[in-house]
Structure formats: C-alpha cells, structure tokens
C-alpha cells in the first residue's frame, strides 16, 4: 500500500530565512504526488502539484518543490519565509484517493 | 466562481445520535471525496462518490455512510455517534475520479461529540 511519511513534525524558522519540509513515499508504478496547506480553522489548500515532466514543480506563494524518483522524495521548499506562512503542510500521493503524511507544522518567528 | 462549500461549519452531538454533513462541490467538478481529520493528524480517506455511486470506500465501519445528488452534491451520514467520531470532517471535489486530478478543499465541518 501507498503511504507518505514527513520528516519533521514541526520545523521552526526565523522570518525571511529559507526553509524545506521533507516528504518521502513508498514507490509505485505511477506516482501524482501534492503538497497542501492548512491554516487555523481551514480546509486545505493546493500549494503544488507533480504530475509529470519537469522534477522541479512551482506553487503558489513562492513555494517549489522537487520529485526525485531515486529517493522517493518530494520536498518542499521556499527561499525566504514570512509570518504568514505559519501554518500546517501536508505532502500527499493520489491513487484515486489522497494518502496524506502527518503533517509538519512551520511556526515562522519574527 | 464558487469553491466547495460545507455545512454547517460546527456541530454538536452527543454519542449514540446520528448526523448529516453537507457539501457542495466546486463549480465543474462531478467527483466527491470525504475525509475525517482528528486533531493533530493527516486527513484519513472516507470514501469517494462518482455519478451518485461510491466508488472507493477506506478503512471506516458501516456507521459511516454516504450519497450523492444528480446535481453533484453530496452527504455525509454518520449513526450511533462515538466519542471517537470528533473531529474535522472534509469534503473534497474534483473533475472526474482520476489519480492525476488536484482535489479541491472545503473548510471543513468541525463535529464535536459529547
């Protein structure tokens, strides 16, 4: 069966300064893999997506995130954070149904 | 263009009852999954509706039940409420039941059982 781990379950960082939240999963013929985010008292919301093509995949709010089938990784990455990305991520993999990890929360302080 | 919209926001109840959650899916999307989020956790898979049928079912009892309108929205119906049932409960929407299709998120209802 298909599942996702994240590395880290919180990951604190200072205003400005670049950060990466780490995503494995378990290998598959075909892998549609996603990030999300989740605010206080929110659904989730589409950061990116890999689909296929290009291993390095651009989002919203200046995020990326890069596939890296030999590793089974799909990390998740920003060059320099604000106090408004504090929030909850979630790395999935889609087999029809989203796998999600557990989740890694990215406390941003000023 | 109107986003996935669930209702109510909050609720209630106390264990044995039964409860109703409702979604409306985005504007274009015919496909409606449902997930169950406790506190501190990752969304865990309920099941997913496709042309008013349950396509995919996870890991939950029977107690958890589903349906979907011609107009592609969709309940979610939960029996003999336990403690254990608290928690967010998503509603999520796409275009067809592909592996490939970004799913869209409501804001949840959060369920709170006495």
């Known amino acids: 069966a298909q599942s996702v781990t994240q590395l880290d379950s919180q990951v604190p960082v200072f205003e400005e300064a670049p950060v990466e939240l780490r995503c494995n999963y378990s290998s598959s013929v075909s892998v549609y893999l996603f990030w999300y985010v989740q605010y206080p008292n929110q659904g989730l919301q589409l950061l990116l997506k890999?689909?296929?093509?290009?291993?390095l995949v651009k989002g919203i709010n200046g995020f990326e995130a890069e596939f890296n089938k030999s590793q089974t990784s799909f990390h998740l990455r920003k060059p320099s954070v604000h106090i408004s990305d504090t929030a909850e991520y979630f790395c999935a993999v889609n087999t029809g149904k989203l796998i999600f990890g557990q989740g890694t929360t990215l406390q941003v302080k000023p | 263009d109107a986003g996935v919209t669930q209702s109510p926001t909050h609720l209630i109840k106390t264990r044995g009852q039964q409860v109703t959650l409702r979604c409306s899916p985005k504007s274009g999307h015919d496909t409606v999954s449902w997930y169950q989020q406790a506190l501190g956790q990752g969304p865990q898979f309920i099941f997913q509706?496709?042309?008013?049928?349950?396509?995919q079912r996870g890991n939950f009892p029977d107690r958890f039940s589903g349906h979907q309108f011609p107009n592609y929205s969709s309940e979610l119906n939960v029996n003999a409420l336990l403690l254990g049932d608290s928690a967010l409960y998503l509603c999520?929407?796409?275009?067809?039941?592909?592996?490939?299709?970004?799913?869209?998120f409501g804001d949840g209802t959060r369920l709170s059982i006495l």
């Open positions: 890999y689909l296929s093509g290009s291993t």
């Open positions: 999520a929407s796409s275009f067809m039941p592909g592996d490939d299709q970004p799913q869209h």
């Open positions: 509706y496709y042309e008013e049928e349950e396509r």
